[in-house]
């Protein structure tokens, strides 16, 4: 069985990283997001175990004295945190799994799994970033101009990452992102364990043939 590989994406928010994630699935076999685990209360029209995994926080804490999580953090009164034994399992299935983290929880993901794959997507600007937080019509200014400040800081890491995305014309980000997924299943060492039959086909002696 082949070993999937884990590939970490993070945005500052406004960035359309959900979007183009979404949209991948579409078109990419053999690749899932992990679902995390949270605290906070389920909102209308979300479900367990698609959206998050929804627990108490008695249950969570217990989860982080175990190990149970790659990484984890509080927000506001909240936690959330990425289940180690659910993705584990998925790349021994031979899954890609994808984590939609920010820069925090990648680093402490990179720090146990060296081999994982990060993307960092940017907007082409910062008005254009302003702007797709004020349309989504839900908040105040001063709530627009905070989201600005955490995307400016989120921003601030994206040299941290392998690769870089700016999603611009949502099309071409999404190529790119394909991109990236498909020359990495391309990779040497990636092709001899998923394809190792094929090539050992390949290069056997063929009897009368030289």
Not at 124 to 136: E, I, T
Request: glycine letters at 6%; proline letters at 2%; aromatic letters at 8%.
């Amino acid at each position: 069985m082949s070993h999937g590989t884990l590939y970490i994406v993070s945005a500052p928010s406004g960035a359309g990283k959900t979007s183009l994630v979404h949209a991948l699935l579409e078109r990419i076999d053999a690749i899932q997001v992990s679902i995390s685990h949270t605290t906070r209360a389920m909102r209308s029209g979300e479900t367990d175990g698609v959206n998050y995994h929804f627990i108490d926080t008695a249950t969570f804490e217990y989860m982080i004295e175990r190990g149970d999580f790659f990484e984890h953090a509080r927000v506001f009164d909240n936690y959330y945190g990425t289940s180690r034994p659910a993705v584990q399992a998925l790349l021994a299935a031979g899954r890609d799994v994808i984590l939609e983290i920010d820069w925090q929880g990648a680093r402490q993901v990179r720090e146990q799994m060296v081999d994982a794959v990060s993307v960092f997507i940017l907007p082409p600007s910062r008005d254009v970033l302003q702007a797709r937080l004020s349309q989504r019509g839900t908040d105040d200014a001063a709530t627009i101009a905070r989201r600005m400040r955490d995307a400016i800081s989120e921003m601030a890491h994206f040299d941290e990452y392998d690769h870089v995305i700016i999603n611009d014309d949502f099309d071409i980000a999404l190529t790119q992102l394909i991109a990236v997924i498909l020359a990495e299943r391309c990779r040497l060492a990636h092709v001899r364990e998923r394809q190792g039959p094929l090539i050992q086909r390949l290069l056997s002696h063929i009897e009368g043939v030289e």
